[in-house]
């Protein structure tokens, strides 16, 4: 199933803004591959300094496993946040992408098959494609989940996701402090919550984003990354 929102914009000088989620989400009945293909993404308008980002949620991987390459658009992408716990698995990944409104989106595991995949598509437009900073952290079973320090700088742009088991039908809230925080995508079938901060507006260096659940979930974790 695809699924499409326009929940903000680019700003007027059109050099550091989210796009919302273009976000496919499956279930385990749709994947039994080591490969996965979404095809014609949206990925936003077109420039030299466009950084595609992609949250990625994938189910099915075993330990030893993980996502080893990523393609958007034909363009290798790189892992942006650290490698993720195969149970609890959520990874930011990027690559610039100049050119096309739309691409496929390739993920390819390094041995096994995916159950499910929940993709969200971000363009932004950063002085810098480097991450000032990006982190993962996981548990076995929690309420919350924190990113402790992830450095940010004041006008740029955050993006956050996270994995959980909703089978009991938890639900999931992003929060980073001083920031608005918009939640674009939360699928409880795939268990994962999106969300970005389209502006950084604190002028804080380091804080602390977090997930928390409305009771305590199994096999959780987030991962976020921010751009100047």
């Not at 695809?2 to 994947?31: C, E, M, R, W």
């Not at 929690?142 to 006008?155: E, I």
Request: net charge neutral; glycine share 8%.
């Amino acid at each position: 199933m695809l699924k499409t929102t326009q929940l903000h914009g680019f700003n007027a000088a059109g050099l550091v803004a989210v796009v919302p989620p273009f976000v496919n989400y499956y279930d385990a009945s749709n994947i039994s591959s080591i490969t996965k293909t979404f095809y014609s993404c949206s990925l936003g308008p077109p420039a030299a300094n466009r950084l595609v980002v992609l949250a990625i949620k994938a189910t099915g991987l075993s330990t030893g496993q993980s996502i080893s390459t990523v393609t958007i658009g034909g363009v290798s992408a790189s892992r942006t946040t650290p490698s993720a716990t195969p149970t609890r698995h959520v990874e930011l990944w990027q690559a610039v992408v100049t050119s096309g409104t739309t691409g496929h989106v390739v993920i390819t595991a390094s041995a096994g098959s995916f159950a499910s995949i929940g993709l969200g598509v971000y363009a932004i437009f950063p002085a810098s494609t480097v991450a000032v900073d990006a982190l993962y952290a996981s548990a076995s079973t929690a309420n919350s989940v924190t990113l402790t320090d992830l450095a940010k700088t004041a006008g740029g742009v955050s993006i956050l996701a996270s994995s959980f088991n909703a089978s009991d039908g938890r639900t999931a809230v992003l929060t980073f402090p001083g920031e608005t925080v918009t939640e674009d995508r939360e699928n409880g079938a795939v268990s994962y919550v999106f969300g970005s901060v389209s502006v950084n507006s604190s002028t804080s260096t380091t804080d602390d984003p977090s997930v928390t659940w409305s009771g305590a979930a199994a096999n959780v974790a987030i991962a976020g990354a921010t751009w100047a």
